[in-house]
T-cell receptor, first 112, second 116 residues
């Protein structure tokens, strides 16, 4: 079992839909949880981060962490074609080098 | 702020030659930089962690003599792919962690290497 599991998709939705992206993990030491957006042939861009459990909202994006279930989510409201990209979750433990473990990414396609 | 650049963005080289990729933090100092490799539709694979002024730490399975990393200053790390072969063709991405920072990494735009 991989430390971080993420469905690669693709996930295809119509413009305006609410998108739910998820990751599960097995390492209970993870405390920092991040979501990156990566456009084709570009480097990842940090979208959201949370520490420990809870929700965090930023505009159309909401990140949720459920440590009891080892499950994290990213919600995108009012999705736009410009949101079409690959979304990678990443997580790291505290202390040490904080080197994150990445999921393989979910490809999202928002069609007009 | 927190911009990381990579050069070149795309390079084609012949088998057996060496290629150097530069990673620069433009508006912050980065004690630690990371080098990743990414295959199509796959996640980022960490190759090595580069610390300014010291030897890089390579992940298991990554040949340190093939992928030479130098982090000579707080804003520049280089990755040299020596004696490149077609199987080294990939997307190489660097990231930088701000000096004094913890978990947050800022990624470069990536370099696509094609070895013919």
């Amino acid at each position: 079992q991989k430390e971080v599991e993420q469905d690669p998709g693709p996930l295809s939705v119509p413009e305006g839909a609410i998108v739910s992206l998820n990751c599960t993990y097995s390492n209970s030491a993870f405390q920092y949880f991040m979501w990156y957006r990566q456009y084709s042939r570009k480097g990842p861009e940090l979208l959201m981060y949370t520490y420990s459990s809870g929700n965090k909202e930023d505009g159309r994006f909401t990140a949720q962490v459920d440590k009891s279930s080892k499950y994290i989510s990213l919600f995108i409201r009012d999705s736009q074609p410009s949101d079409s990209a690959t979304y990678l979750c990443a997580m790291s433990a505290t202390g040490g080098s904080y080197i994150p473990t990445f999921g393989r990414g979910t490809s999202l396609i928002v069609h007009p | 702020g927190a911009v990381v650049s990579q050069h070149p963005s795309w390079v084609i080289c012949k088998s057996g030659t060496s290629v150097k990729i530069e990673c620069r933090s433009l508006d912050f100092q980065a004690t630690t930089m990371f080098w990743y490799r990414q295959f199509p539709k796959q996640s980022l694979m960490l190759m090595a962690t580069s610390n300014e002024g010291s030897k890089a730490t390579y992940e298991q399975g990554v040949e340190k003599d093939k992928f030479l990393i130098n982090h000579a200053s707080l804003t520049l790390s280089t990755l040299t792919v020596t004696s490149a072969h077609p199987e080294d063709s990939s997307f190489y991405i660097c990231s930088a962690r701000q000096t004094g920072g913890t978990y947050e990494q800022y990624f470069g735009p990536g370099t696509r290497l094609t070895v013919t």
